[in-house]
């Protein structure tokens, strides 16, 4: 049972964030809620960022701050940041976006006996201007009950998280092919359904050069994969979340047969898949904004192709 004024550790991961790392930090330490400890781990930055974190060194006993000797990729950059974490709450942050004043006093008042919440967002562009969307205007947010929400996709992103520590002992280690948020989230529904908050506590910052999430249209993007290296990618990760399924989960057998479906294209493997994909859309499709119909038609491509 937590206390009523728990420790919250908010862990900050940059990478080449000069342009708006300042603003972020800014809306954090103006946070209504006090009792937080700020952790930055920088990824080995190659532009100011380094420079603007040396500035913020004694600035406040409650930041901490920390680089990387060499790059080590977001998600190993945050695992590191959640494992000198010593509060009772988590909340993982970005380095562009700006936090609603309330942010951390509203998430820990609904905090109860949830194991992870997350909340909804506000769109901003490169300069701040507000799209007039919110994040749930474009992907669908629930509070997720079912580790096969996880099975392709799933909506509650990091930026907007607050989970409580007891999770991270079961999602350590982070694997590498899996975002860290994605990881949180799955691993918490083996246990406890996720609960989201429809508030938008947070101006999420879209441009050419975010990690995840939501992407700016004509925004440059990585070397596309061939389809062979894509698949592979698709039955490692979708192997990873059966094997973190515990075997006496009751979805745990819906997870061997999806792996199986993801082995080969056979016809046998190709109609297993696409039922598996009817059977369970209601759970595996429930983040995507799709009409019954778009989520019907779906399905049936997943007979044709990996998803």
Not at 98 to 110: E, F
Not at 134 to 153: A, C, H, V
Not at 212 to 224: C, D, S
């Amino acid at each position: 049972m937590l206390n009523s004024h728990p420790l919250v550790s908010i862990i900050l991961a940059s990478y080449n964030g000069a342009s708006f790392i300042k603003t972020q930090i800014d809306s954090i330490m103006t946070q209504n809620y006090c009792h937080f400890e700020l952790i930055i781990t920088d990824d080995a930055s190659t532009d100011d960022t380094d420079t603007i974190l040396n500035g913020l060194r004694n600035a406040d006993s409650r930041i901490t701050i920390l680089t990387n000797h060499s790059n080590l990729g977001l998600t190993a950059n945050f695992a590191r940041g959640f494992a000198l974490a010593t509060g009772d709450l988590i909340a993982p942050c970005d380095q562009d976006d700006i936090w609603h004043p309330d942010k951390l006093s509203r998430m820990v008042a609904q905090m109860g006996d949830h194991e992870l919440i997350y909340h909804d967002s506000t769109l901003i562009n490169a300069s701040g201007e507000s799209l007039h969307q919110n994040l749930s205007d474009r992907k669908e947010m629930w509070g997720f009950d079912d580790p096969l929400t996880y099975t392709i996709g799933g909506s509650a992103p990091g930026h907007a998280m607050l989970f409580k520590r007891e999770l991270l002992t079961r999602c350590f280690p982070f694997p590498d092919n899996i975002p860290f948020d994605y990881w949180l989230g799955y691993v918490a529904t083996l246990q406890k359904p996720i609960q989201f908050i429809p508030e938008a506590l947070v101006q999420y910052r879209m441009h050419d050069n975010n990690a995840f999430g939501v992407k700016v249209k004509g925004a440059n993007t990585h070397r596309r994969s061939s389809k062979n290296e894509s698949n592979e990618k698709l039955r490692a990760k979708l192997q990873t979340l059966a094997d973190k399924c515990p075997n006496d989960h009751p979805r745990k057998p819906a997870f061997k047969a999806l792996v199986q479906s993801y082995q080969s294209f056979s016809p046998a493997n190709n109609l297993k898949r696409m039922m598996l994909f009817f059977r369970y859309r209601d759970k595996i499709l429930q983040y995507k904004k799709k009409s019954a119909w778009r989520k019907w038609l779906f399905c049936v491509k997943t007979f044709f192709r990996l998803q």
